[in-house]
């Protein structure tokens, strides 16, 4: 059965060719992906890799934990299960179903005084 792991620590260099490089030497290497940033492309100096075996795995954690791949100090480790989160709050969402911005002091709206726009 696959085994997945978290590998941390990454250095911004590294792509997904050479982390599944990397972890090769240990066995099957099923995936590896370097997670990046979706609005600017960058690492975010973390990612997974998944093993073919629960041996190839633990051969990896021993191989490559607290050892350096592209000139930074990784870790790796068995990843944990992605835990269901609350849902984000987003402002544009809230403001749609009647949430407040906020107020809009500053400014005479009145019409009195100089510089109003009414």
């Known amino acids: 059965m696959n085994k997945k792991l978290y590998v941390g620590g990454l250095s911004f260099q ?11 030497q240990a066995g099957t290497v099923v995936s590896a992906v370097v997670i990046k940033d979706k609005f600017s492309g ?3 100096g973390f990612g ?4 073919g ?3 190839e795995a633990t051969a990896a ?7 350096p791949l592209d000139d930074r100090t990784i870790k790796v480790n068995e990843a944990r299960p992605m835990e269901d989160r609350p849902p984000r709050r987003d402002n544009y969402s809230q403001n749609r179903s009647g ?5 809009f002091g500053g400014g005479n709206h009145s019409g009195f005084g100089g510089g109003s726009r009414y």
């Open 42 to 44: 960058n690492s975010k």
């Open 61 to 67: 954690i021993a191989m490559w934990n607290e050892k």
């Open 48 to 51: 997974f890799v998944e093993m």
């Open 99 to 103: 949430g407040s911005r906020g107020g």
């Open 14 to 24: 590294t792509t997904d060719d050479t982390l599944r490089a990397a972890f090769a």
């Open 53 to 55: 075996t629960e041996d």
